[in-house]
């Protein structure tokens, strides 16, 4: 019989880990839930604690091994765009991807050119599907 956390031949692959990070609990909480029920495994963290030192960016990217990040660009727009730069230029960081969000993309592009960003719109989960297209499209076996 086969432990369920078993690995190598014949053992079930486990969901792909993706991080939540998040300044917005309501936020975190909802992108949490409807990634787990696509079938993912989420784990999350504030913005606010690893940028005050609360929490170990590095210690949580080598202790979890999310394969997508999820990283939410608030205001000061400029400010918190620095410091996702910041945050990929961690070694630990660099291998993974990233789907970046906001919440008023077109201010954001104002403030610090073409992001990228897919915008969440409300907070309701039929707002996310572009988000979690995006993470299902990096989070393939093998990728």
């Not at 917005?24 to 787990?36: G, K, M, N, V």
């Not at 970046?100 to 993309?105: A, F, L, R, S």
């Not at 104002?110 to 989070?139: C, M, N, S, W």
Request: neutral net charge; hydrophobic residues 40%; proline residues 7%.
């Amino acid at each position: 019989m086969t432990s369920p956390n078993a690995s190598g031949p014949g053992a079930p692959a486990s969901p792909p880990v993706i991080a939540v990070v998040n300044s917005s609990d309501d936020l975190i909480r909802l992108l949490r839930d409807e990634l787990i029920r696509i079938g993912f495994n989420v784990v999350t963290a504030h913005i606010r604690e690893i940028k005050s030192g609360q929490q170990d960016f590095t210690g949580f990217l080598a202790g979890h091994n999310p394969q997508v990040i999820v990283y939410d660009i608030s205001v000061p727009y400029e400010e918190n765009w620095t410091f996702l730069q910041t945050l990929r230029k961690v070694p630990e960081a660099q291998d993974r991807h990233w789907v970046v969000t906001t919440v008023n993309k077109r201010v954001l592009d104002q403030r610090v050119g073409q992001t990228g960003a897919i915008e969440i719109r409300g907070g309701r989960a039929d707002d996310l599907d572009p988000v979690l297209d995006a993470v299902q499209k990096f989070a393939r076996p093998g990728r």
